[in-house]
C-alpha cells in the first residue's frame, strides 16, 4: 500500500508539473511588425522641357540594419537589438522607393526608375542608410536617421552630385511604437534634406540651359 501511494503521488506530482509546462508553452510571445509610412504625395507635374533620366540604385546598408530587428543603442559603441519588435519591410526598400517618389514627383526629371542595370539612363543615384536607430544614452530617448547619395553620370563615370544628412528626434514616450512613430518623422525629414537640393539643383541648372544668352 505504501509503494502504491508513493507511485500515485508520484504520478500526480508528474501531471502537475507537465499542466504548468503546458500552460507556459501556451504563452508564446509572438513579435511585433512596424513599417514607416511617410505621407502620400501628389501626382508628380508635367516635367516640361525635362530630359535628364535618373535611376536609382537599391540602397545600401550596415548588415546589423539588415537583421530584421529595430536597433538601439545604450552608448556609441554598444548596438541592442529588440527580440520581438521588428520591421515588416526591409529598410534599404523602404528608403529605395520613397527617394524615387520624391524625385519623381519634383518635375525635375524626364523620367526617374529603378535601377536594373542598363545604360539606357544618362545618371545613376547611389545611396547608403547609415543609420536607423534608437539612441538612449544622450538623456532621454532619441533616434537618428542618417542617409548618404551621390549620383554619377553614365556617359563619363564621374560623380556629379553628392550629399549627407544626419537628423536627430526626441521621443516623447518610453515605448516602441512612439520610437517608430519619431524614426518615421525624422526620416521624412532626412530624406528631404537629401533630395531636395537635388532636384532644385537640376531644375535650376535646366532653366540656366534653356536661358538664351543675349547677342
Not at 500526480?12 to 508539473?17: D, G
Not at 513599417?35 to 516640361?48: K, Q, S
Not at 525624422?186 to 539643383?201: D, F, H, N, W
Amino acid at each position: 500500500m505504501v509503494i502504491m501511494r508513493r507511485t500515485a503521488t508520484t504520478i500526480a506530482f508528474c501531471l502537475a508539473v507537465l499542466v504548468i509546462l503546458s500552460g507556459c508553452a501556451i504563452r508564446v510571445r509572438h513579435a511585433n511588425y512596424y513599417t514607416l509610412n511617410l505621407p502620400v504625395l501628389p501626382d508628380p507635374p508635367a516635367a516640361e522641357n525635362a530630359r535628364v533620366t535618373l535611376a536609382i540604385r537599391e540602397f545600401r546598408a550596415p548588415s546589423y540594419l539588415r537583421q530584421g530587428a529595430i536597433v538601439y543603442r545604450t552608448s556609441p559603441e554598444q548596438i541592442g537589438f529588440y527580440s520581438y519588435h521588428r520591421w515588416a519591410m526591409d529598410p534599404r526598400d523602404f528608403v529605395t522607393n520613397s527617394i524615387i517618389e520624391r524625385l519623381r514627383v519634383s518635375g525635375a526629371f524626364a523620367r526617374v526608375q529603378t535601377y536594373d542595370g542598363s545604360r539606357d539612363v544618362d545618371y545613376v543615384l547611389s545611396g547608403h542608410l547609415e543609420k536607423l536607430e534608437e539612441l538612449d544614452y544622450q538623456g532621454g530617448v532619441k533616434v537618428q536617421v542618417a542617409i548618404s547619395a551621390e549620383v554619377t553620370s553614365i556617359a563619363t563615370g564621374k560623380t556629379v552630385w553628392s550629399n549627407a544628412v544626419s537628423e536627430i528626434g526626441d521621443v516623447d514616450k518610453r515605448d516602441v511604437p512612439a520610437v517608430v512613430s519619431e524614426m518615421n518623422r525624422t526620416m521624412e525629414r532626412a530624406i528631404e534634406k537629401l533630395v531636395t537640393p537635388l532636384s532644385s539643383g537640376w531644375a535650376e541648372r535646366r532653366a540656366q540651359i534653356e536661358v538664351p544668352s543675349p547677342k
